[in-house]
């Protein structure tokens, strides 16, 4: 709980406000993690975080803009899960999480990724921007590495939306398909 703190010290108010609560609004996401989505949780997002969410998508006038607020979102959503659950304790891949409660591989980031864009569209504050079924790229024959999907609907550009490679409370990447494909690591 103390890296909890350390955190939020680290990343604001506007963080500290998200995870303040309220009344609930919509159906709660379902979440998961502990390696190949091994453990559930659900995550019942609050009014006043859902207010916030939607004002990170007012005025935007393009596909760039919407992407970065996608990552805002995301990283906000994280937060907010991590409050009665231990996904504060993720590390940037897989080789620092050890056996600790609440680690993610990337089965776990891209379906909670994929459930975070998925409420995103279903409010109505994805514009320019699709989400699509989670991709998956391999390496090597034995390595796989999956991901959370969005194409821009103007141009096709397809993108992937990634938080595995950064520990808990950072943004996720957000690099186009075809570069992520090839092996894409930060």
């Not at 109505?124 to 999956?146: A, C, E, K, M, S």
Request: include cysteine; aromatic fraction near 12%.
């Amino acid at each position: 709980m103390r890296h909890l703190q350390c955190l939020l010290r680290r990343h604001g108010l506007w963080l500290w406000l998200l995870l303040a609560g309220g009344p609930l609004h919509a159906e709660p996401l379902q979440l998961c993690y502990d390696y190949g989505c091994a453990k559930q949780l659900e995550l019942e997002v609050s009014s006043e975080a859902r207010d916030w969410l939607a004002s990170l998508f007012d005025d935007l006038h393009d596909a760039t803009s919407e992407r970065s607020q996608i990552q805002r979102a995301v990283q906000a959503l994280y937060w907010l899960s991590a409050q009665d659950s231990p996904l504060w304790h993720d590390k940037g891949g897989d080789r620092f999480d050890n056996n600790a409660d609440g680690r993610m591989d990337c089965i776990d980031h891209s379906h909670n990724d994929s459930a975070f864009l998925q409420f995103l569209a279903t409010q109505g504050w994805l514009h320019f921007h699709r989400v699509d079924p989670i991709v998956r790229r391999t390496r090597w024959l034995v390595t796989q590495h999956f991901a959370s999907h969005i194409t821009e609907q103007d141009t096709g550009q397809e993108w992937v939306v990634d938080s595995w490679f950064n520990s808990f409370g950072e943004p996720p990447v957000v690099v186009p398909l075809a570069l992520w494909k090839e092996g894409f690591s930060p």
